[in-house]
């Protein structure tokens, strides 16, 4: 079956870099829209980025300039570069992949079919 699975969270600085990764298995991903999504603790699930097949990149306004996302199709695995990181950048962040090509957002969770168990950032301030 489709796996998604995160590593890569921990417990950060203020100001501090991350880098998590979303390994793939049962299935490839070359040519769908791969995101990353964070839940703070309290609130709802929200999109951070997501990348196209042709590496196109989309980050919500509030990780723009310190997040990056980039993926590598030979390894079936997504990233997500965290620099700069903030106290409010603590969260659950999740990895998600889309089954099939189009549909609604690439920041709607309902684009994405397939979802990591998450992995845990903490920034301490």
């Known amino acids: 079956q489709v796996q998604l699975v995160e590593s890569g969270g921990g417990l950060v600085q203020a100001g501090g870099s991350l880098r998590l990764s979303c390994a793939a298995s049962?299935?490839?991903?070359?040519?769908?829209?791969m995101g990353w999504f964070r839940q703070a603790p309290g609130k709802q699930r929200e999109f951070v980025c997501a990348?196209?097949?042709?590496?196109?990149?989309y980050c919500v306004d509030a990780v723009k300039g310190r997040f990056t996302i980039s993926r590598d199709k030979s390894k079936n695995t997504v990233y997500l570069q965290m620099n700069s990181l903030k106290s409010e950048d603590t969260a659950v962040y999740y990895c998600?992949?889309?089954?099939?090509?189009?549909?609604?957002?690439?920041?709607?969770?309902?684009?994405?079919?397939?979802w990591g168990q998450g992995t845990r950032v903490a920034v301490s301030s």
């Open positions: 049962g299935r490839t991903f070359g040519n769908y829209v």
């Open positions: 998600a992949a889309e089954g099939a090509n189009g549909g609604v957002g690439l920041n709607s969770m309902a684009r994405y079919d397939y």
């Open positions: 990348i196209r097949s042709d590496l196109t990149a």
